[in-house]
């Protein structure tokens, strides 16, 4: 039951961040402060949370190593999207929660495994509170790119289910 409570108020967070981006409104300076809080959270959750770990099980070779793959793929693929697809009005920032959101659902997925409350809380919170800005920011854009708001939030629900089976996955298996 906990690991639906959670999955549902993370991935939902997109659906409530792509709500806001339609038909909120907040002033610059504040979406920006809640972005730069949720990136920073984010990091030291996958720092103590996740790497941390990794280190010590299998050794700083081994966690550096698939750290710095992760961030190639990730990088290349923001690339690919921005550069060589032309993304433009918040799809290449859809491309780039839902590449990035895979793994970090999994990740939570595996987290809700050990039991513990805390490090489930700190990755759970530290996504939702990254998930808030970036769906609010992508459905803007895709509103301003012509985009109606039924289909962007199709879209943002869309990516929700997808991050949710994955968190499902990294549970399961």
Do not use: H
Request: glycine residues 14%.
């Amino acid at each position: 039951m906990l690991m639906f409570a959670v999955i549902i108020v993370v991935s939902g967070a997109l659906i409530v961040g792509a709500l806001w981006g339609l038909y909120g409104q907040l002033p610059n300076w504040l979406e920006g402060n809640l972005l730069a809080l949720a990136g920073g959270a984010l990091m030291i959750s996958v720092v103590f949370e996740l790497l941390q770990p990794a280190v010590i099980d299998s050794g700083v070779i081994i966690a550096g190593t698939f750290t710095l793959l992760g961030a190639l793929v990730f990088s290349g693929v923001d690339y690919l999207i921005d550069e060589k697809l032309n993304a433009e009005g918040g799809t290449g920032l859809l491309a780039a929660i839902t590449l990035d959101g895979v793994p970090e659902n999994l990740a939570l997925g595996v987290s809700l495994l050990s039991g513990n409350v805390m490090q489930v809380a700190a990755l759970a919170g530290s996504i939702l509170l990254s998930n808030l800005p970036e769906a609010a920011g992508g459905a803007k854009e895709m509103r301003k790119n012509g985009n109606s708001n039924k289909k962007v939030l199709m879209l943002w629900i869309g990516a929700a289910i997808l991050l949710s089976l994955a968190a499902i996955l990294g549970k399961v298996f």
